[in-house]
């Protein structure tokens, strides 16, 4: 068995029990009631598009001071489906912000810097698209991963000051218990299975996009 | 370096000042723009006060995008991209040059803009000439940069005129609203005092991004 089919095999054992917990173990939240539960998709993907992000500017970096295709190869396939979990960053939060804050979306800082975020890597995936695969798309795209990363601080610097309404991080707050113990465990699960599922998406995106680009080659050999 | 920079500086400027068609394209197209906000706006004048800076930033970003993407089209046509990139200059050189040939382009069209917006749009505005061309000059260096590098990137690339502003206008998010709360400080009567730390986040943009354009359009200008 291949790496990739036992990573896969471990996301689905861990997504299945993730879904099974959180509809029937893990308790309601008191003020929010069942519509919480949102949260076990919504704050998994935030992160994982975050480190998909990550990913992809640290291969970008890499790419322009190697020149490797496996660090292009690396930062198409996580801006792919980092921008896939940015999306749903963004439905889930919509569909969480409806009955918690009375509105789909509002002008509040978090959420703006990530749009913002999905914009510039939607500009990213479409610049892809319009450039022949070359070495030359491969430098370019990194240029514009690498500077839209580097514009993220400044983006969320500037909405903040602009407004902001979202919630603290609940994870990451020093405040102390935000969140109470089993709700906390029930997120940390769903991390890791989303970590996992992330994880088996990036492997399979980048098997594809290596076979994809071999095949170019062997056609543009055999002309 | 300086000297080269000049040379190239010199032969855009007097390009664009010889060929004073590409100035009065865009001159007559922020008029359009100014006219096209002034119908679908309410008449008001104290509607206007809040909505100047809006109006004011969003002229400059349309008309500058038709400065930006002349940038290296010019070089295309003639063929004399490959003579520039032979050429024993730097990168960085060919990259400064064209940077601040944009820069003096949007200066030169700030200051007939800014009459014409008072005549056109929010009559007080005349009175903070100069304040409002100090904070044009500082908002178009970090427009010129990241544009310049992103009209260098996209100028093979097909779908160009779409895929520019896709690309450049998330990334100036944070420009675009410093740009307008100092200008709603200027217009308040308070100068540059009052958007203190707008100040900063848009000087800390221009320098990020000046340096950033700098070093990565070395990997733009590959043969």
Not at chain 1, 16 to 44: D, S
Not at chain 2, 80 to 85: G, I, K
């Amino acid at each position: 068995m291949g790496f990739s089919r036992i990573l896969g095999l471990a996301t689905a054992l861990a997504l299945a029990v993730t879904f099974y917990l959180v509809f029937v173990w893990a308790p309601l939240e008191q003020a929010m009631g069942f519509v919480q539960k949102i949260m076990y998709i919504h704050v998994p993907s935030v992160l994982v598009c975050y480190a998909a992000f990550f990913i992809a500017f640290l291969a970008s970096i890499g790419y322009l001071w190697k020149r490797k295709e496996g660090y292009d190869v690396a930062a198409y396939a996580a801006s792919e489906v980092g921008v896939i979990f940015c999306g749903l960053t963004l439905v889930t939060g919509a569909i969480w912000g409806r009955p918690t804050w009375n509105t789909y979306w509002t002008w509040d800082a978090r959420l703006t810097t990530t749009l913002i975020l999905f914009l510039i890597f939607v500009g990213y995936l479409l610049l892809r698209r319009f450039v022949e695969y070359s070495e030359q798309q491969a430098r370019f795209a990194a240029i514009i991963a690498i500077i839209g990363f580097m514009d993220i601080p400044l983006i969320h610097q500037a909405v903040t000051w602009w407004r902001t309404l979202h919630q603290p991080s609940t994870m990451f707050s020093r405040k102390g218990q935000m969140i109470d113990d089993p709700l906390k465990w029930m997120l940390y699960l769903s991390m890791v299975a989303f970590y996992l599922l992330f994880a088996y998406l990036l492997t399979k995106r980048i098997q594809m996009e290596r076979a994809e680009r071999e095949l170019h080659r062997m056609l543009a050999n055999a002309e | 370096m300086i000297a080269d920079l000049l040379t190239i500086l010199k032969k855009d400027l007097t390009l664009d000042l010889r060929r004073a068609e590409n100035f009065i394209a865009m001159l007559f197209f922020s008029v359009i723009i100014l006219l096209v906000f002034s119908f679908s706006l309410p008449p008001d004048e104290e509607a206007h006060q809040s909505l100047a800076p809006g109006v004011y930033w969003v002229t400059f970003l349309m008309s500058g995008m038709l400065g930006l993407s002349k940038n290296f089209q010019l070089e295309k046509e003639m063929g004399c991209m490959e003579a520039l990139l032979i050429a024993p200059i730097s990168r960085g050189a060919i990259f400064m040059g064209k940077m601040l040939g944009t820069l003096v382009f949007l200066l030169l069209m700030q200051m007939i803009l800014i009459p014409v917006f008072s005549l056109l749009f929010y009559s007080p505005a005349m009175g903070f000439f100069f304040e409002l061309l100090g904070l044009s000059a500082v908002t178009a260096l970090g427009f010129a940069s990241l544009g310049t590098l992103l009209s260098g990137l996209t100028t093979d690339v097909r779908f160009k005129e779409i895929l520019l502003p896709i690309l450049l206008f998330p990334l100036l998010v944070p420009l675009l609203l410093a740009a307008v709360q100092i200008m709603s400080g200027i217009f308040a009567g308070q100068g540059f005092q009052a958007e203190l730390d707008w100040l900063k986040l848009l000087v800390g943009f221009d320098l990020i991004f000046l340096i950033a354009a700098y070093l990565t359009f070395d990997f733009v200008m590959e043969l």
